[in-house]
């Protein structure tokens, strides 16, 4: 049968297919647009596990934030051509608000989630066979309190989200500390929430090089806490130095602003880490 031009662009918006593959769809399916969706539903299940095994190290990396709770997502994919294209862009944004809007704290409840007449899974497979590269929802994590700020890096590559346990006047103090987070990767807000494999490995590391020196084999252990000591200093957030003045930490930036104001939780990807 003959297929009308209007047909194949509707069909093309309904599912994001090329033109061709929407004109070969509806040919096949003698112009039955539910079982044109589903060929070209199967081509990109098919497309997605041929590509299964292949590594996606490009993506979009996005913040946002609603109601005091804040949302980082990475949908990635295996070249920077498509992570840069405006269509993938909004793909991972419409993930990205879907899942603000439901308060997805996981990948797997995001993945769940209903997404323009499916489901965001199915629309990442359906978006695989449309670009023909792996795409995968790599990261999404929540935070949520007084105050969220987000940051996003130039280019999508990097995202913040940072909660703070008090409102605040000024918008830049929580900007300056989701900057301070993408700039400096912090491995937690304080000492006391470095996890314990972090603090044993790291002791480990300081009574090796220690030993390497030549220091004493009693002297081993103060020499590491020492290192230790340094360590969380470098690696913390709120004992970091901050980044805009760095003779002040990050914690005493806060205090300047109020005695009260501190960090409950941050959430950072990077493409590149």
């Not at 040919?27 to 969706?37: P, R, S």
């Not at 199967?42 to 292949?54: E, M, W």
């Not at 934030?65 to 980082?72: A, L, N, P, S």
């Not at 997404?115 to 590269?133: K, M, R």
């Amino acid at each position: 049968m003959a297929i009308k031009a209007a047909d194949v662009s509707k069909l093309r918006k309904m599912t994001g297919a090329g033109m061709m593959d929407c004109k070969k769809a509806l040919t096949e399916a003698n112009g039955d647009f539910d079982a044109a969706v589903d060929a070209i539903r199967k081509k990109g299940q098919l497309v997605a596990s041929k590509r299964a095994d292949r590594e996606a190290t490009e993506g979009c990396v996005l913040a946002a934030t609603k109601d005091g709770v804040g949302i980082v997502v990475a949908l990635r994919c295996e070249t920077d051509f498509v992570a840069k294209n405006e269509s993938f862009v909004a793909f991972a944004k419409s993930i990205l608000d879907v899942a603000l809007e439901n308060g997805a704290s996981s990948i797997e409840e995001a993945n769940a989630l209903p997404l323009d007449g499916s489901t965001v899974a199915e629309q990442i497979v359906d978006q695989t066979g449309v670009i023909g590269e792996k795409i995968e929802l790599a990261f999404l994590e929540k935070v949520a309190d007084a105050t969220v700020v987000p940051y996003i890096h130039p280019g999508n590559g990097l995202a913040v989200v940072v909660a703070l346990n008090k409102e605040i006047a000024d918008e830049q103090v929580g900007k300056d500390v989701a900057m301070q987070v993408a700039a400096m990767n912090p491995v937690s807000i304080s000492k006391d929430d470095v996890p314990a494999d972090v603090v044993a490995h790291e002791l480990e590391i300081g009574k090796e090089k220690a030993r390497e020196e030549g220091k004493p084999e009693a002297m081993l252990d103060k020499i590491a806490q020492g290192r230790l000591g340094k360590f969380f200093k470098e690696n913390t957030l709120l004992a970091q130095a901050f980044i805009k003045e760095n003779k002040q930490s990050v914690e005493q930036y806060l205090k300047a602003t109020d005695k009260d104001l501190t960090v409950t939780a941050f959430k950072r990807y990077a493409l590149a880490d």
